[in-house]
């Protein structure tokens, strides 16, 4: 099964952090699963570094290394279809980086591995229990 991994899932995967679910965990760490990280998420992350509010344990090219390869998780491009449908995405959820993860997983129809609830109000399948 193909999961997309929202941002904050990611940065718990990696850390070890108790607040991802035991549920997430074990999709993420099954290696029959095709595990996605979306670009968006490294920019978020990238942005939230710069501004204070976020460390990472590694420099950005060895974090993806690292943690992004190093897990066999895939980084997923934006593509044009993503933000066609981010046009036109009615706007229940604020942040834009999980707006543009939304689309992602709407247009190529993957799950989103997120705690978020307010992913809820969208047309996609929300994975977190």
Same mark, same amino acid.
Do not use: C
């Given at each position: ?7 904050? *899932?990611?940065?718990?995967? &990696? ?11 074990? $999709? ?18 990238? &942005? ?6 976020? *460390? ?5 090219? %060895? ?10 998780? %895939? ?5 044009? $279809?993503?933000?066609?449908?981010? /046009? /036109?995405? #009615?706007?229940?959820?604020? %942040? #834009? ?13 993957? #799950?989103?591995?997120?705690?978020? #609830?307010?992913? %809820?109000?969208?047309? &996609?399948?929300?994975?977190? *229990?």
């Amino acid at each position: 099964m193909k999961l997309l991994l929202d941002t904050h *899932t990611f940065l718990w995967f &990696i850390g070890g952090d108790a607040a991802l679910s035991s549920y997430a965990r074990q $999709l993420i760490e099954d290696s029959s699963n095709e595990r996605l990280l979306s670009i968006a998420s490294l920019w978020e992350m990238a &942005i939230k570094v710069s501004l204070g509010r976020l *460390t990472v344990p590694l420099p950005f090219t %060895d974090l993806v290394a690292e943690h992004v390869y190093g897990n066999a998780i %895939d980084l997923f491009r934006i593509l044009p $279809l993503h933000l066609d449908i981010l /046009t /036109t995405l #009615p706007f229940y959820h604020k %942040d #834009p980086f999980d707006r543009l993860i939304i689309a992602q997983g709407q247009a190529e129809d993957i #799950p989103i591995l997120s705690r978020d #609830p307010a992913f %809820d109000d969208y047309e &996609i399948r929300r994975l977190w *229990t």
